[in-house]
């Protein structure tokens, strides 16, 4: 077959495009020829806690957000800053970087709906308060831009001895909850496309409880990925980190140390036949996109610490995909909570992944 220096150029010019719009994240708006990808881009983020409420409503936070054009005091303020002043800054984030889905932790109900009063009607949400199923206590609820996804259907599980109802695991911290979602990316020329999306947040005290957690939400996504066929995506603050000796929850998860003992019931509820995905595990999205597209910072808990103190940093919250495939995963950032006039929206950093889904 003779050289064809047209198909040469054509061939360098796709893949340099794909990877222009890939990274611009317009991929989910346009195809080149022959590429047939389309990108959705998720989010996870934990929140902190409203844990200096007022009275401050949306509307009065934004009616009083400064003119833009007049310069601050840089780094003027200083350590955690109340709910009513950090949310605008959470919302900008995820308008900036054309989130269509978002997995949050620790928020509480005035949170989960100010967030969606802030994305307005074009959003939709699930979840439930971790203490009572209903409202109380903190959520790990799942945002979806409507235009992009549909939801199918939706559940809750505690992160227990006892699944099924609220309850708290013996010696851990806080009650643990996992929002379960069945959804439809309904964008790209690919589409529709289904998939199974889990948000999660694993307890900061308890090993053992942490253990359970990723076993349970093993179980839970091998059998997604049987029953769908589909991708299955989890997201969340796993209060593991990757290595070291808190770092047992990650290692299950991803497949290095074996799966503890969970609530039979569940399992049984959640059961394949062994010949089935034996060895499902979920990968973490930052080792498996190119390393050229893993941008921003390593660590995604800072603490509310000053600029430049990195005595707690670490990198417990994570974007899986399921070791099924059916997913490709293009681009990955550790954005900034931080802001140059000392606002730090939250004490973790938001994870931003680009994944298409197959």
């Known amino acids: 077959m003779g050289f064809n220096p047209g198909a040469l150029v054509f061939g360098l010019f796709s893949t340099l495009a794909a990877q222009i719009l890939t990274r611009s994240g317009l991929a989910r708006y346009c195809t080149i020829e022959g590429t047939k990808e389309a990108t959705m881009r998720i989010a996870t983020y934990n929140l902190r806690y409203d844990s200096m409420p007022d009275n401050i409503s949306v509307e009065q936070t934004l009616s009083s957000l400064p003119d833009p054009l007049q310069q601050y005091t840089f780094f003027g303020k ?68 409507k235009s992009d996804v549909e939801l199918v259907s939706n559940d809750s599980f505690w992160l227990s001895d006892t699944p099924d109802v609220p309850s708290k695991f013996p010696g851990a911290g806080s009650v643990r909850i996992c929002t379960a979602t069945h959804l439809v990316l309904k964008t790209g020329p690919g589409a529709p496309v289904h998939f199974t999306y889990l948000n999660t947040h694993l307890d900061d005290q308890s090993d053992a409880q942490r253990r359970l957690a990723a076993s349970m939400l093993l179980v839970r996504a091998r059998y997604e990925a049987f029953h769908t066929k589909g991708p299955v995506i989890i997201t969340g603050d796993f209060n593991s980190p990757a290595t070291g000796t808190d770092s047992g929850a990650y290692q299950i998860i991803t497949g290095q140390l074996a799966p503890v003992a969970i609530n039979q019931t569940f399992a049984d509820k959640y059961s394949v036949p062994g010949s089935v995905l034996p060895n499902f595990t979920m990968l973490d999205l930052k080792g498996q996109v190119p390393r050229s597209a893993v941008s921003g910072d390593f660590a995604t808990y800072t603490g509310f610490n000053a600029p430049g103190d990195s005595s707690v940093y670490s990198r417990i919250d994570f974007v899986y995909g399921g070791s099924n495939g059916k997913w490709t995963s293009t681009a990955y950032k550790v954005g900034s909570s931080l802001t140059d006039d000392g606002v730090l929206a939250s004490d973790h950093r938001p994870v931003f992944a680009e994944i298409t889904l197959h």
């Open 78 to 145: 200083k350590g955690e800053q109340p709910w009513s002043t950090r949310r605008i800054k959470v919302f900008q984030h995820l308008e900036s970087e054309g989130v269509v889905l978002a997995g949050f932790q620790e928020a509480l109900v005035r949170q989960v709906t100010d967030l969606a009063e802030l994305l307005g009607n074009g959003w939709g949400w699930v979840g439930v308060g971790r203490d009572d199923g209903v409202a109380a206590g903190e959520f790990s609820p799942i945002f979806y831009k």
